[in-house]
């Protein structure tokens, strides 16, 4: 099992730009979320996905779009890029409710917006 | 949602066990405790999680209050592996089940 995957692993975006961060899991987890990490601090929310097809807002959604076609991935969308999502984006799945089951994270992909 | 305490920082010597404490004194009956580590450039790994008995796995032993307003993440052997930042986590209790982070503390081993 390849675990969770993350690309790129590294991005430098300008200012209005959009990107995807792609991520995938071969472990046939339910529950996949995105967080963001900013220098010095814990990991926020950004969406979170139970399910194919089900989609929910985390602690900080503003400014990225989710979507869960499939069970393996769940791509997360910068429509137009801000100098404050600057940050290491993580993905993670667990095979049920984040809390009840170990949550498996990817390596990371960090975006420079100038 | 419940919050968690932790100091910002801790050192060891590596071979000596390590006790990471957690205050969660608002903690609610159904709160899970979970315990994940960040390595340097990694991702956030899982540790241990427990509810209200003492776990212990091949990672490390968690220890819980009696009344559930603390706990600590045992490293029974430190090493220099194993230096990272170690994150308390309470699940909030009836919601989806989302990990809310805090800032963690920052574990230094020395040789």
């Known amino acids: 099992n390849a675990g969770v995957t993350q690309t790129p692993k590294f991005q430098v975006l300008k200012t209005g730009q959009s990107m995807t961060l792609q991520c995938a899991q071969d472990?046939?987890?339910?529950?996949m979320s995105w967080y963001r990490q900013d220098p010095g601090m814990g990991l926020r929310l950004i969406h979170y996905s139970v399910g194919a097809g089900i989609t929910d807002q985390g602690e900080v959604p503003n400014g990225y779009n989710v979507s869960r076609s499939t069970t393996e991935d769940f791509p997360l969308r910068l429509l137009s890029a801000a100098p404050s999502q600057t940050s290491v984006y993580f993905c993670?799945?667990?095979?049920?409710?984040?809390?009840?089951?170990?949550?498996?994270f990817g390596p990371g992909t960090r975006l420079l917006v100038l | 949602d419940a919050k968690t305490t932790q100091p910002n920082s801790m050192e060891s010597n590596e071979e000596e066990p390590v006790h990471l404490p957690c205050n969660h004194s608002t903690i609610s009956g159904t709160d899970y405790i979970h315990w994940y580590r960040q390595l340097p450039s990694q991702g956030p790994e899982y540790v241990i999680h427990g509810l209200t008995s003492n776990v212990n796995n091949r990672m490390a032993s968690l220890a819980i209050a009696e009344d559930r307003k603390s706990s600590t993440l045992i490293l029974h052997r430190a090493t220099l592996r194993d230096a990272a930042v170690y994150y308390c986590?309470?699940?909030?209790?009836?919601?989806?089940?989302?990990?809310?982070f805090g800032k963690g503390t920052k574990l230094s081993v020395k040789p």
């Open positions: 993670a799945s667990s095979e049920g409710l984040a809390g009840r089951e170990t949550q498996y």
């Open positions: 986590i309470l699940e909030p209790g009836g919601s989806q089940g989302n990990l809310i």
């Open positions: 472990m046939n987890h339910e529950y």
